[in-house]
């Protein structure tokens, strides 16, 4: 089976993008899928959420300025059939220096496609940073699916007009004609006020065949899990975010078709 590379994106910070990207690729994992993390944020938020620690030199810093090889930087995690790339404040100077290289925007895809190329990985996930900058943009670049993390309030559709139009200008202009957006995912919904029914209506509404049925609780243990190192099925399997997840990484498996 080829290897389906998925970039979890937003140019907004506090929307859901890592705690989606960590425990759906650890869903995945669950699921016997062999899953491959790459944290591309410098903040390294999701390098921490599966418990590891930052190392200078283990990110794709490194591989993206012609210095060694993405394979090399691959971690294992205490998860099964779930292994990582993860990130250092290094990769922040990436964004400055990727301008100044030829096929800038390529860049990722050349890095990683070796990886992808190997079918040692059914799936890789790609966490973004929270702007759509040039390590984001490298990551839609060699996607093949964009999924787009959206908050339950009325600004996030605002956002969601801007990833889109990033996302044809990468197609017309021959970077990635083959991108799509693969889903919408809704997060921190809050089913006691009209407002979280109100935005998940409107993207229906707007995008009635990729928003994902599944709609992610703003809970507590959400929150705490990232805190100690643990996906939400390692920090509380019997959580309503555990079961938000298992559905998402369900539906995910049924609409890519990542099972045999």
Do not use: W
């Amino acid at each position: 089976m080829p290897t389906t590379v998925f970039t979890i994106a937003n140019q907004k910070g506090g929307v859901g993008k890592t705690t989606t990207a960590v425990n759906l690729a650890a869903g995945l994992a669950a699921k016997k899928i062999h899953t491959l993390l790459i944290d591309l944020d410098p903040q390294a938020s999701a390098t921490s959420a599966v418990g590891i620690e930052k190392q200078e030199g283990k990110s794709l810093y490194g591989p993206l300025r012609g210095e060694g090889v993405a394979f090399s930087m691959i971690t294992p995690t205490a998860y099964e059939h779930l292994a990582l790339i993860p990130s250092e404040e290094d990769l922040a100077a990436a964004e400055i220096e990727l301008a100044q290289t030829e096929n800038y925007l390529a860049r990722l895809r050349g890095v990683i496609d070796p990886i992808r190329n190997s079918a040692g990985f059914r799936v890789i996930i790609i966490d973004c940073p929270p702007a759509l900058g040039l390590l984001s943009m490298n990551s839609l670049a060699a996607a093949d699916h964009l999924l787009i993390t959206l908050q339950c309030e009325y600004m996030a559709l605002e956002g969601l007009g801007q990833i889109l139009r990033n996302v044809e200008r990468l197609k017309t202009a021959g970077v990635n004609p083959g991108l799509e957006l693969g889903g919408v995912v809704m997060t921190m919904y809050d089913g006691r006020t009209n407002l979280s029914k109100q935005v998940v209506d409107e993207v229906k509404r707007h995008l009635p065949d990729k928003i994902f049925n599944t709609v992610i609780p703003r809970t507590v243990r959400l929150s705490e899990a990232p805190s100690f190192g643990k996906p939400i099925f390692a920090y509380d399997p019997d959580s309503l975010g555990a079961e938000a997840y298992t559905s998402l990484t369900n539906e995910v498996i049924k609409r890519f078709g990542l099972k045999d």
